[in-house]
């Protein structure tokens, strides 16, 4: 029998892979740096069962809020669709029912935009971590460990005549340009045929303590809430926990108000937090 297209010419990993264990890179996809800041944005279920059953907890990604998740761009359907069968042209669309996805904010600081678009209450929170502890995380055994890639997202207009395309995993790192304030980086595994179905699940194992940097609560957590996570948390190790910065007020205002009305020239010393300038006598 002749072997479909999706499970020869489009099986992994391709001839130019390389291995960065737990990753499969390619030369289609851009692999961050190992030193890339990663922020995971999450209320605290989502939380408590990562440090509970220490694992993570994949999507497949035609189950995302955007329905472009996945799809190729349309030059490489209509150049595919000139040389391939369509029963193995239908089989490689359906690849985005095979691709499960975890995905990550890539900013060294944390993001106002990001606790506003992905949390959907006052008691969110977020993991930071970076490329290489997520790497470092993982606990897979074979076959499993040559399962996952790692890449950023790139974020096109689908109908760009530049874009023929025929690497199916490239087209699950493609968004849509209205989306590049997510800066997305994206772990992923395709699926064998046996684990297709709704109620497959892709959850591999992971070391929490080297998983998370630090865990931030957001910055609309109540004082008294953020006190109760912390408790919570606390359960599960000693990580490193830090509150928001996002909702403090500007004391250095209130301090140069005061220098004012106390008829003292403000300084940048008092202005400014950890200033060392010193006023002028004059």
């Not at 509970?52 to 497949?60: A, E, I, S, V, Y």
Request: net charge negative; hydrophobic share 35%; with cysteine.
């Amino acid at each position: 029998m002749k072997p479909s297209l999706c499970s020869e010419q489009f099986r992994m990993p391709w001839p130019d892979h390389r291995t960065v264990f737990p990753f499969i890179t390619h030369s289609d996809l851009k692999m961050p740096g190992p030193d890339t800041v990663l922020w995971r944005y999450m209320d605290l279920t989502k939380l408590l069962d990562i440090l509970g059953n220490q694992c993570l907890h994949f999507t497949r990604i035609d189950k995302f809020e955007d329905p472009f998740e996945g799809v190729a761009p349309r030059k490489a359907l209509e150049g595919l669709s000139r040389r391939v069968p369509a029963s193995d042209l239908e089989e490689v669309l359906q690849i985005r029912r095979r691709t499960h996805a975890l995905c990550w904010h890539a900013n060294k600081t944390e993001s106002a935009a990001m606790w506003r678009l992905y949390l959907s209450s006052n008691e969110g929170i977020a993991i930071k971590t970076t490329a290489q502890r997520l790497q470092e995380s993982l606990q897979l055994s074979p076959p499993e460990d040559k399962a996952l890639f790692i890449a950023e997202v790139e974020y096109i207009d689908h109908d760009d005549e530049a874009l023929f395309l025929e690497n199916f995993l490239k087209w699950a790192t493609f968004k849509r340009k209205s989306f590049e304030h997510e800066r997305e980086v994206r772990l992923m595994r395709v699926a064998d045929h046996n684990e297709l179905g709704d109620d497959f699940v892709y959850r591999p194992r992971i070391n929490v303590s080297t998983l998370i940097e630090s865990i931030c609560i957001g910055p609309l957590v109540p004082k008294w809430v953020g006190d109760v996570i912390e408790q919570a948390i606390s359960k599960y190790g000693n990580f490193k926990i830090e509150r928001s910065e996002l909702g403090d007020d500007p004391t250095y205002i209130s301090r140069f108000i005061e220098d004012l009305q106390a008829g003292r020239h403000p300084t940048e010393e008092n202005s400014q937090p950890g200033g060392n300038a010193t006023s002028d006598p004059t």
